[in-house]
């Protein structure tokens, strides 16, 4: 069974950092393209980054781009995203979710909460 | 690639049908447009790839159409079950979402 699990999610404060993981079982991460997206109180889902099976293409939306960066760690079937400069605007559950290609994303995870607050 | 979903909320009752409309400001790439269910505390859902594929498991009553810059989203014999938060999403030249609509049942 494919399952995708995010955590690190907590409360930080203004211009604090957060590293979020996304631990994956039942497939081969290593062959599966990764994105992050989010949805913050209230708003709708709002994508953040790719990143390829090899790390070699990596995406980022304009709103995170230089201050957020994705990674992964084929062999611990670990995605991670690790978050500097937050603002409250960045509050929000964040999702890892598999890309097939062509297909969209078709798994996801529960998602993990990042409240940005003094 | 701004996508642009309408009705933002619908309200329609059990056993109808759901037409929900999604247009994108330039042509979506290969047609590679998706539909997700998103429900309050549960992830995100893929219903449909490519514009008209329907994803493992979707039931018949869900159905994918269009092509370019206008995309739907038919839901057939409603049920209570489908109230819920449904998004489109192109993947054909980087990522977007659309802003949702909220269908109530």
């Known amino acids: 069974e494919v399952q995708l699990v995010e955590s690190g999610g907590d409360l930080v404060q203004p211009g604090g950092s957060l590293r979020l993981s996304c631990a994956v079982s039942?497939?081969?991460?290593?062959?599966?393209?990764m994105n992050w997206v989010r949805q913050a109180p209230g708003k709708g889902l709002e994508w953040l980054s790719y990143?390829?099976?090899?790390?070699?293409?990596?995406y980022y939306a304009e709103s995170v781009n230089g201050r957020f960066t994705v990674s992964r760690d084929n062999a611990k079937n670990s995605l991670f995203l690790q978050m500097n400069s937050l603002t409250p605007e960045d509050t929000a559950v964040y999702f890892c979710?598999?890309?097939?290609?062509?297909?969209?994303?078709?798994?996801w995870g529960r998602g993990t909460l990042v409240t940005v607050s003094s | 690639n701004v996508l642009t979903q309408s009705p933002a909320t619908l309200s329609l009752p059990r056993g109808e049908r759901a037409t929900l409309s999604c247009r994108a400001r330039?042509?979506?790439?290969?047609?590679?447009l998706a539909w997700y269910q998103k429900k309050s505390g549960q992830a995100p859902k893929l219903l449909v790839y490519?514009?008209?594929n329907r994803a493992p498991g979707v039931p018949d009553r869900f159905t994918g159409s269009g092509s370019g810059t206008h995309f739907t989203l038919t839901i057939t014999r409603l049920e209570s079950d489908d109230s819920a938060e449904y998004y489109c999403?192109?993947?054909?030249?980087?990522?977007?979402f659309g802003r949702g609509t909220k269908l109530e049942v």
């Open positions: 979710a598999r890309e097939k290609i062509a297909a969209g994303l078709d798994y």
């Open positions: 999403q192109q993947y054909g030249y980087s990522y977007t």
């Open positions: 990143i390829s099976p090899s790390s070699s293409t990596i």
């Open positions: 039942g497939f081969s991460l290593s062959t599966y393209d």
């Open positions: 490519g514009a008209s």
């Open positions: 330039e042509t979506v790439a290969s047609d590679w």
